[in-house]
């Protein structure tokens, strides 16, 4: 099993700058993925980025003014976001995507919320 805790969030005004911290305890392997998700008010949970253990990133829009960052040694994953927008105000999920023979298995941790005041 594997067990995710968020740091980071909060409260900041527009334009601003967080930092999200995840850690995640368990077997990691090397093969997971690790990432980031968002769910707005009334919306459905979607993708920010994920990583690969061996740097390769994907970003739901091209990259921009979020940049994730992961810590192999210490399982953790980061999303450095800035110039922040009220429209980024969501709870964000850190996850590690994982496929073993063939089947995906996704781990989420509890969530931090963010929230961008104009």
């Known amino acids: 099993q594997v067990q995710l805790v968020e740091s980071g969030g909060g409260l900041v005004q527009a334009g601003g700058s967080l930092r999200l911290s995840c850690a995640a305890s368990?077997?990691?392997?090397?093969?997971?993925?690790m990432g980031w998700y968002r769910q707005a008010p009334g919306k459905q949970r979607e993708l920010v980025s994920t990583i690969t253990s061996g740097g390769t990133t994907n970003y739901l829009d091209s990259k921009g003014r979020f940049t994730i960052s992961r810590d192999n040694a210490k399982n953790t994953v980061y999303l450095q976001m800035n110039s922040l927008k009220p429209e980024d105000t969501a709870v964000y999920y850190c996850?590690?995507?994982?496929?073993?023979?063939?089947?995906?298995?996704?781990?989420w941790g509890q969530g931090t919320q963010v929230t961008v005041s104009s």
């Open positions: 996850a590690v995507n994982r496929v073993r023979f063939g089947k995906r298995y996704d781990y």
């Open positions: 368990g077997t990691i392997f090397s093969s997971d993925a």
